[in-house]
């Protein structure tokens, strides 16, 4: 029987000054990125945010088989943030992380806080970084692209495992030496998955409606890295 290492904590994994202390952190993070997601937004790119929900939640519900007999599911983050920018991505890994922990119990309500932390917040930012940086670097063709966003997306798993492995060391649950290897030994290759899903979306967006691609108009900024709205809207 395959069983599922996934990115969802359960309760009681967590101990109360880190489960409170990142439900604080979320709620503010997601509370700007409300605000930011909704200045950005217009109504031609508005209904992209209800599909590209619907999709990251039914891509969340199914998994592909990992090494050892283990699973996992792709996640999502990184193909929002690419599509729609990090803020409206936030908002969006928010909406599908909550309703499966509300109605699937797919994660628990005490640890909320940390799972959209991790999943929604972390990996928004992180493939925003890393996607941003490469297309810099490596230019902003197609193939150079679809590059970025497979690193992208396998970095955001990567450091969204990464903090799952601190968090539950630091609340006790496992030790450092047993849960970061697990974690980020399993998440290295679902990252893969992760990746490759989100390249074949990428893909297939650009290849239909390259304007769909927030981040994909990449513009020089003389301070760290910044991101234009859709072309010709």
Not at 59 to 75: E, I, K
Not at 194 to 209: C, K, M, P, W
Request: proline content about 5%; overall charge neutral; hydrophobic content about 60%.
């Amino acid at each position: 029987m395959t069983l599922p290492i996934l990115l969802h904590i359960p309760d009681g994994f967590l101990s109360f000054p880190v489960s409170a202390a990142l439900f604080l952190l979320a709620g503010i993070l997601v509370g700007i990125a409300v605000r930011q997601a909704g200045a950005d937004q217009n109504e031609s790119t508005a209904p992209l945010l209800g599909v590209l929900a619907a999709f990251i939640f039914a891509g969340q519900m199914m998994n592909f088989p990992v090494a050892g007999g283990t699973s996992g599911h792709m996640l999502g983050g990184a193909l929002a943030a690419i599509l729609v920018g990090p803020w409206a991505a936030i908002v969006i890994m928010t909406a599908v992380v909550s309703v499966q922990a509300l109605i699937f119990q797919d994660g628990g309500l005490a640890a909320l806080g940390a799972n959209v932390f991790n999943m929604g917040i972390t990996t928004a930012f992180v493939a925003t970084i890393v996607f941003l940086a490469l297309a810099r670097l490596l230019g902003r063709e197609r193939r150079a692209l679809l590059i970025a966003a497979f690193v992208a997306a396998w970095s955001s798993v990567m450091v969204s495992a990464a903090l799952t492995g601190v968090e539950l060391a630091v609340s006790g649950t496992s030790p450092w030496s047993v849960v970061m290897p697990a974690m980020l030994g399993v998440h290295a290759l679902i990252g893969i998955g992760e990746g490759l899903i989100t390249v074949a979306a990428v893909g297939l967006v650009l290849s239909a409606r390259p304007d769909l691609v927030r981040l994909g108009s990449v513009r020089p900024a003389t301070s760290g890295l910044a991101w234009e709205g859709p072309r010709g809207v």
